[in-house]
């Protein structure tokens, strides 16, 4: 076994905090600072969601709604990710969009069955 090491040889510190990086503040603010945002693609989620439901008639209306549902999980797996790093606010408009693009897409599904059964 080699001897100790002579000289300026220094116990670590393992009460000091990290240098840089995030350092965790607790609560669910974790690692962030400065007020909450808005979650990114949500407005464009819930247009989507919208249009999706005026256009379930066409076939602009599932894609609409399959992309209205495709951004608005983004969305809710990054604001369940960090919750308070968003606004609820921005939150509660994913899950408007993701509504919205499930009603298109009901829609669409429902009025194909109708024309279906209309035509035979």
Same mark, same amino acid.
Request: zero cysteines.
């Given at each position: 076994m080699p001897p100790p090491p002579q000289g300026n040889y220094q116990q670590p510190n393992y $009460?000091? $905090?990290?240098? /840089?990086?995030y350092q965790?503040?607790?609560?669910y603010n974790q690692g962030f600072?400065?007020?909450? @945002?808005?979650?990114?693609? &949500?407005?464009?989620?819930? &247009?989507l969601g *919208?249009?999706?439901? @005026?256009?379930? %008639?066409g076939l602009l209306g599932p894609i609409f709604g399959? %992309?209205?549902l495709n951004k608005s999980a983004k969305a809710i797996n990054?604001?369940?990710?960090?919750?308070?790093r968003y606004t609820p606010s921005s939150f509660s408009k994913a899950k408007s969009a993701k509504v919205c /693009? %499930? *009603?298109g897409l009901s829609l669409f599904g429902f009025l194909v069955? @109708?024309?279906?059964a209309v035509n035979s």
């Open positions: $009460q000091q $905090q990290p240098q /840089g990086g965790q503040q607790g609560g600072q400065g007020p909450p @945002v808005d979650l990114p693609g &949500t407005g464009g989620a819930l &247009t *919208i249009l999706a439901i @005026v256009f379930s %008639i399959i %992309i209205a990054e604001y369940n990710l960090y919750p308070g /693009g %499930i *009603i069955i @109708v024309a279906l």
